[in-house]
Nanobody, 122 residues
Framework: QVQLQESGPGLVKPSQTLSLTCTVS??????????WSWIRQPPGKGLEWMGA???????YYSPSLKSRTSISRDTSKNQFTLQLTSVTPEDTAVYYC??????????????WGQGTQVTVSL
């Protein structure tokens, strides 16, 4: 069974860079059966897709966040990362790393990390 776990600082200061790591177990991020995504949920709001990295290393970003977002990976550690620059309090949210299964009907987001709270504040 695939498991994902987010890690990184829970508090980031305005104007700094938010950096999170997702550690994947039970499946390889380089196998051509999934995309690896970041989704966030601000308090009181819905889920927002941020971007993804494919099994081959290609990246895709939400148009509203693309200027500030970078997703990368470390295949030797089976990890992928999120960097969000120039953060403001509006970036406060629970951040999830998620697998999108290309081998399943509808390409479902089938495995989710537990989520990690990130607060942007002085």
């Amino acid at each position: 069974q695939v498991q994902l776990q987010e890690s990184g600082p829970g508090l980031v200061k305005p104007s700094q860079t938010l950096s999170l790591t997702c550690t994947v177990s039970g499946g390889s991020i380089t196998t051509n059966n999934a995309y690896w995504s970041w989704i966030r949920q601000p308090p009181g709001k819905g889920l927002e897709w941020m971007g993804a990295i494919t099994y081959s290393g290609s990246t895709y970003y939400s148009p509203s966040l693309k200027s500030r977002t970078s997703i990368s990976r470390d295949t030797s550690k089976n990890q992928f990362t999120l960097q969000l620059t120039s953060v403001t309090p509006e970036d406060t949210a629970v951040y999830y790393c998620v697998r999108r299964a290309l081998s399943r009907p509808g390409y479902e987001y089938d495995y989710w990390g537990q989520g990690t709270q990130v607060t942007v504040s002085l």
